[in-house]
């Protein structure tokens, strides 16, 4: 089933990967899936090992990742800022070539772009992105997953996003476009996405003739979706400007409402976690066409396939 070959490249934004690419790292996803399911886990990356930094909280991408690489017969380690001497001042630059010398793949969470691309750019094995500020492409290549086991596909699929345009809805904007998704992104003035971000979606989706959309109105919102999703309205690191953002996004709820105007099967995604009563209600994200914890599992899934992919 390899048809490309992504051995030893890093995994830190959507933007950096063809669309052939992208569907490599999804066929190999189901097939990892199926694998599971049969209790069958190939050991494709046996004796390798993965570091994980994490600078911010996680539940799904933490266990995720560590069960994922156990399954794939290596070994991942936790490496709290707490404890490594990143935290008290180590350059980034020594660590990844330190780092490098150790393990086979590292996983980090953190705050700027800056960051991962340095430890990419120094190290000498390959990064990947579990989220910063700016983008979580994991996260978006399963909900890219779950969009082709619930809808079948991606191309044309219209997809809605209402709320924060987060890191998750950064990722989403570039991935859509690229895997010829139509994106909408609905967000107030001060909360939309970046404008680098969204110049670059649209270029993208020039090529694959798709449509993005970045819009502060809600009037319809929802109409003609096949996907809606949202994001927290307060991501991390962001948390002194939580009432003010409480204030702006409090119009920007994916709510009852605004599914009821969508197409019949249209599914909602959140990365998760989630606030009910904020960016989600509850009768949405628990109803009958919330699929966030087949999102959640895939997470394992997809991650699995990045790493057996780039990982030498
Ligand atoms: N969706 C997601 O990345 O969850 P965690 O913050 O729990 O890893
Ligand atoms: N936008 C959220 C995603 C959490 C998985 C955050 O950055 O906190």
């Known amino acids: 089933m390899m048809s490309v070959n992504l051995k030893g490249r890093d995994f830190l934004t959507l933007q950096d990967f063809t669309k052939e690419e992208l569907l490599q790292i999804l066929d190999t996803a189901d097939y990892l899936k199926m694998q599971s399911k049969f209790n069958k886990n190939e050991k494709l990356l046996e004796g390798r090992t993965l570091g994980m930094i994490f600078e911010?909280?996680?539940?799904?991408?933490?266990?995720?990742?560590?069960?994922?690489?156990?399954?794939?017969?290596?070994?991942?380690?936790f490496l709290s800022p707490k404890d490594i001497q990143m935290g008290r001042g180590e350059t980034i630059s020594d660590t990844a070539k330190v780092l490098s010398r150790y393990v086979d793949a590292i996983m980090i969470r953190t705050f700027s772009q800056n960051i991962i691309e340095e430890l990419a750019r120094e190290g000498t094995v390959p990064v990947i992105n579990g989220l910063t500020d700016d983008f979580h492409p994991c996260q978006v290549m399963a909900d890219f997953q779950t969009i082709r086991e619930k809808l079948g596909r991606l191309e044309g699929i219209n997809f809605t996003y209402i709320g924060d345009a987060s890191n998750v809805a950064h990722s989403l904007l570039i991935g859509g476009a690229i895997m010829g998704m139509n994106v909408k992104m609905i967000s107030p003035k001060e909360f939309s996405p970046k404008e680098e971000v969204v110049n670059l979606a649209k270029e993208f989706a020039k090529k694959t003739g798709s449509k993005i959309e970045v819009t502060p109105d809600v009037t319809d919102a929802g109409k003609d979706a096949d996907v809606l999703c949202t994001d927290v309205w307060v991501s991390m690191g962001r948390e002194e400007e939580r009432e003010k953002r409480i204030e702006k996004l409090k119009d920007?709820?994916?709510?009852?409402?605004?599914?009821?105007?969508?197409?019949?099967?249209?599914?909602?995604?959140?990365c998760l976690p989630a606030h009910r009563g904020e960016e989600i209600t509850k009768e949405v994200i628990d109803g009958p066409q919330s699929v966030v914890f087949d999102e959640a599992e895939n997470r394992l899934h997809v991650q699995k396939a990045i790493m057996a992919l780039i990982i030498e």
């Open 56 to 77: 911010k909280s996680s539940t799904r991408t933490r266990v995720s990742f560590e069960v994922g690489m156990h399954e794939l017969g290596g070994y991942a380690l």
């Open 252 to 270: 920007y709820q994916l709510n009852q409402t605004i599914l009821d105007r969508a197409n019949k099967d249209a599914i909602v995604l959140h």
